[in-house]
């Protein structure tokens, strides 16, 4: 599990994190749902360190943080080694095969052996539905293929969570789809996930758990059924605004 407790954290004189308690349960599908600049990516980013609050704790499956205090690289490695992230613009390496990229940090990180390594990255690439791209580079790919091997990469790492920040935001939507069937079957085989997503149609199908995140505060948490079927004011006005419910 992975919780946080009291965490603030700041950008000059803005506010991104307010006082955040909360926490991440093993084998289920959390959604950061919210209005764009309300601290979801914040949030998301700080549960792999990329961000560092100010203030507050967090405990990573066993590792507990003080964010008051300085972070060591031993300890950054051992959240991260937990926690993979997956970015909306793909990450992946230009110079190596789809294959290379995700044999990379098993080989180097992990310290596989090469022939476990590739076997295990081939295996997840043909589980996103790419194993035929196995030697294709990046450049090669489309924006939906590009993100089903950076899941994959992800995924070779065995991660106890994977966070995801707007994996889709960038892809038109046929492409967008072949990334969701992927994350649906993960979140249905009981993978560890985190979402930050605007895609609300999406949130209801996969989440186990929903955050709705404003000024940087959480102003809900509980299971999609309470989101969708709240009656609270925002929450109705916020899912009315992003499924286009008011465009008549």
Known sequence: MLRLKNVTKTFGTQTALKDITTAFNDHETTVLVGPSGSGKSTLLRSLNLLERPESGTYDCDGIELDFAKKITKKETLAVRQKTEMVFQDYNLFPHLTVLKNVMEGPVHVLKEDKQTAKKRALELL???????????????????????????????????????????????????????????????????????????????????????????????????????????????????????????
């Open 126 to 248: 043909d589980k996103v539905g790419l194993k035929q791209k196995a030697d294709a580079y990046p450049n090669q790919l489309s924006g939906g293929q590009a993100q089903r091997v950076a899941i994959a990469r992800s995924l070779a790492m065995r991660p106890r969570y994977i966070l995801l920040d707007e994996p889709t935001s960038a892809l038109d939507p046929e492409l967008e789809l072949e990334v969701l069937k992927v994350l649906l079957e993960l979140a249905n085989e009981k993978q560890s996930l985190i979402i930050v997503t605007h895609n609300l149609e999406f949130a209801r199908h996969v989440a186990d758990k929903i955050l709705f995140i404003e000024d940087g505060q959480i102003n809900f948490s509980g299971s999609k059924d309470d989101f969708f079927n709240s009656n609270d004011l925002r929450i109705k006005e916020f899912i009315s605004a992003m499924t286009l419910d008011n465009l008549n």
